[in-house]
């Protein structure tokens, strides 16, 4: 059975810093993996989708990377932004069609 | 092009009462996911949907909670006879009709809080 832990639970550095939040999973048989950003009392953004072949994605300030073999994936983000502060969901897509989801990190970011 | 919609945002019954929760898919959308957050825990995969059939509903507690797509109009979470430990935040994600490969991304709604008193 697959699982989805995200590491650590909760995050608070000052603006400006590179951070690295990380996620791992028991089951390296997934067809991709991807973040989220979700707001408080939001929804779910998007943030980047790594198929299971590919080993890393960008979008602007963030990267994320995928080893599948050691079940981990890494969601850089750089010079952080008090905008930034949210809590980050790691999910993997299952052999059929489930998203599999870790519990997230609660990031903040101080100004 | 208007994302997944999901209604109403908020919502808060009391013990006993029915909760019923809706999910209007992306256009051209035909696949449709609920999930269900936990306070403080993260998403659970709960049932998938096509039109007019329930694909899987592993995730779905067997008393209570029953789903629906119907050919016409928005997917229907139901659950009945609500208890306090159904609190929660139930979202919506929707999918292209093609085949669910694992190229396709499940797009997501903004979610429904639970309230139940």
């Known amino acids: 059975k697959q699982e989805v832990t995200q590491i650590p639970a909760a995050l608070s550095v000052p603006e400006g810093e590179n951070l690295v939040l990380n996620c791992s999973f028991t089951d390296s048989a997934i067809y991709n993996l991807q973040w989220f950003r979700q707001d408080p009392g939001k929804g779910l953004t998007s943030l980047l989708l790594?198929?299971?072949s590919q080993r890393e994605q960008t979008s602007g300030r963030l990267n994320a990377s995928l080893d599948k073999s050691s079940g981990r994936s890494t969601l850089y983000i750089a010079a952080s932004q008090p905008g930034d502060s949210a809590t980050y969901l790691c999910?993997?897509?299952?052999?059929?069609?489930?998203?599999?989801w870790g519990a997230g990190t609660k990031l903040i970011i101080k100004p | 092009n208007a994302g997944v919609m999901q209604n109403p945002r908020h919502l808060v019954r009391r013990r006993g009462q029915e909760a019923r929760l809706r999910c209007s898919p992306m256009k051209g959308h035909s696949h449709v996911y609920w999930y269900r957050q936990l306070p403080e825990e993260g998403l659970k995969f709960m049932v998938y949907l096509q039109k007019e059939n329930i694909i899987d509903e592993s995730g779905m507690p067997k008393e209570r909670f029953s789903a629906e797509f119907p050919k016409e109009g928005p997917s229907i979470l139901r659950i009945q006879q609500v208890v306090r430990g159904d609190s929660a935040a139930y979202f919506c994600?929707?999918?292209?009709?093609?085949?669910?490969?694992?190229?396709?991304?499940?797009?997501f709604g903004p979610g429904t809080r639970l309230t139940v008193l």
């Open positions: 999910a993997v897509r299952d052999s059929n069609y489930q998203l599999i």
């Open positions: 790594i198929q299971s």
């Open positions: 994600a929707s999918s292209p009709p093609s085949r669910a490969t694992s190229t396709d991304t499940q797009y």
